[in-house]
């Protein structure tokens, strides 16, 4: 089977794996599984605050989200090692879809395993999550390697926008199902990580189904390891020479160190950092007296605020496309993180309480959804003529993950030298000016200035 570009129906099936992963990163990375994590693995006393959040893991104490920071950056090291070598070897042997299902069912696996997650087992827990995070990030190489081959130049922000859109649509819908099944029926939250599983693995059988394994016509032949290596030197050495598109990878860099970042932390930043402030009566000396109290962040309001990230994200995708049409994806981007800065500078400065965390959640999703969407159509099109998507993809996946690693690393560090998660911010507003700083160097181009 070929690709034909432009094809609805092809399209259509490729969005669907985004509604089919985006299950992982809202339901395990965002929201149900890291108050999961946090209340498990923290100590607290009669009135549910926390008392202590130390756990220990092969006989040396650490802050539990310290440690969680700690093996998530693991994860992605592990991503950037492998996918350039595998998507060598993708492209050459024309096996892209066959590499995107392994990763899709290791993901998917490891996150119906979470539901044995607990403070006694926390290395087996701790593992799942290691592979859930490598699955999910390792089948996203070889998805987006896809957009260049479905869909024109021209139709890139679009399609990519409608990808995101898609996701976040389908990840919101899971999450409010898992919602009502907790709240309404007691249903115990480990449930919904097999949810996740379920949903991510079952909807990604219409994307499979549709999507031939690549573009490449002819069969393959000698050592597929070894030409797979020569397939990645070779691209890395065309690299090299496109100026537009290696500074682009510089900015994409370290943008990406507070983009990933922030919503992989923001859950338990709140958890840590943000109090409801409620009025409480008391009786003192039989008379009662009312006063305004700080209590720890209700997880119903963490819920409601990844739920507006969602939705506006959504907007923000299609935002920032239409932006990108009518300024370029570069001055785009740019204004992206302008914002960025903004939000991290507001968070550090005067998010305390969990109606100012609302408004910063505002904020996020719309930034998310468009930087999100915006840096991956940016990238397709900066692309040469070529049948190695995956290779090239492959390169713009690692600068991602080693970004996120030394954002994860940065801020798991920073709190743990600190005692606290909010001077950790300060590190994400470095991130975002060195990207906008390096995003000014890119030369003009007429499909992205």
Known sequence: MTLQKGDKKLI????????????????????IFPIFYVN???????????????????????????????????SFIIVSLSSPILSGIADYSGKKKRFMQFFCFLGSISCASLFFFSKENLAFGLTSVLFASVG??????FYNAYLPEIAEPQDHDKVSAKGFAMGYIGGAILLIINLILIKAFQMPAKYSFVSVALWWVGFAQITFLKLPNSSR??????????????????????????KQLKRYLAAFFIYSMGVQTVMLVAVMFAKKEVVDIVEVSESVNGVIVKSMKELPIQDTALIISILLIQFLGIAGSYLFSFISRKIGNIKAIGISLFIWIAVCFGVYQFV??????YVAACFVGLVMGGIQSLSRSTYSKLLPE????????????????????????????????????RNSILALIVFFVAGFLILLTIPKSKNVS
């Open 12 to 31: 259509n099936a490729w969005t669907f794996y985004d509604w089919a992963n985006s299950s992982y990163p809202l339901v395990i990375t965002s929201a």
């Open 40 to 74: 498990v693995t923290s100590t607290k006393d009669a009135a549910g605050e926390i008392i202590s959040d130390v756990v220990t893991l092969f006989g040396r104490n650490f802050k539990n989200t310290e440690l969680y920071d700690y093996v998530v950056a693991l």
């Open 136 to 141: 999910f990030w390792g089948s996203l190489v």
């Open 217 to 242: 016509k002819q069969a393959p032949d000698g050592n597929i390891i070894f030409k797979g290596f020569k397939e990645l030197r070779h691209v890395w050495n065309e690299l090299k020479n496109i």
């Open 352 to 357: 305390h309480t969990s109606n100012s965390f």
């Open 386 to 421: 070529t049948e190695d998507n995956a290779s090239y993809f492959s390169f713009y996946d690692v600068c991602e993950k080693i970004g996120i690693v030394i954002g994860m690393f940065a801020f798991g560090y920073i709190e743990g030298i600190t005692g606290g998660m």
